[in-house]
Every structure is written in C-alpha cells, then in structure tokens.
C-alpha cells in the first residue's frame, strides 16, 4: 500500500504533495478556477461585453486564473513543509 506523503522536504516530494495528492490538487484547482473566474469578471468584463478578442485578452485571461492558481500552490507548499527540526 502507498504511503501518501503529509509533508515534503525536497522538490520530488514538493511536486508528489501538490500534483498527486487527491485532495490538495482538488482544492488548488478548485480555488484556481473559482478566483480566476472572478478576477475575469473584474478585470475583463467591458472588454469581453464589446466583443474584442485579441490575443492579448486571453494572455491577460490565462493570468487570471494561473495568479490565484500558484497562489493556492504556494500555500499549500507553505502549510505541508517539514520542519527543519523534525526528525526524518
């Protein structure tokens, strides 16, 4: 039986906690498209409501939802570190 991991201590197990751990990447993405989908509100409505699509629009799209994405990763990185003062 695989052990999940709880904490991380190097980059493997960094990239093991946020990509395959179920409920942390349900969490990241579900926090990701949430905010992300307000902020396109806020920052894209006019623009989206004249009906301009250039590219720089979804350049500027993608931005807000990768923003609170790496927000979110970055929080749970922050919250599952291990100690340098525990024991391995």
């Given at each position: 039986?695989h ?8 980059v493997?197990e960094?990239i093991?906690?946020?990509c395959?751990?179920r409920?942390?990447r349900?969490r990241i ?6 905010v992300g ?10 623009v989206l ?6 590219w720089v629009?979804w350049?500027?799209i ?8 790496v927000?979110?990763?970055?929080g749970v990185?922050?919250?599952?570190r291990k100690?340098?003062?525990?024991p391995?």
């Amino acid at each position: 039986m695989h052990k999940e991991l709880t904490t991380w201590c190097n980059v493997r197990e960094a990239i093991q906690i946020t990509c395959l751990h179920r409920l942390h990447r349900r969490r990241i993405l579900l926090i990701g498209f949430t905010v992300g989908t307000i902020l396109v509100g806020i920052n894209q409505s006019t623009v989206l409501a004249s009906g301009h699509f250039e590219w720089v629009l979804w350049v500027k799209i993608a931005a807000d939802y990768v923003t609170p994405t790496v927000v979110s990763t970055l929080g749970v990185l922050a919250g599952t570190r291990k100690s340098t003062s525990e024991p391995s």
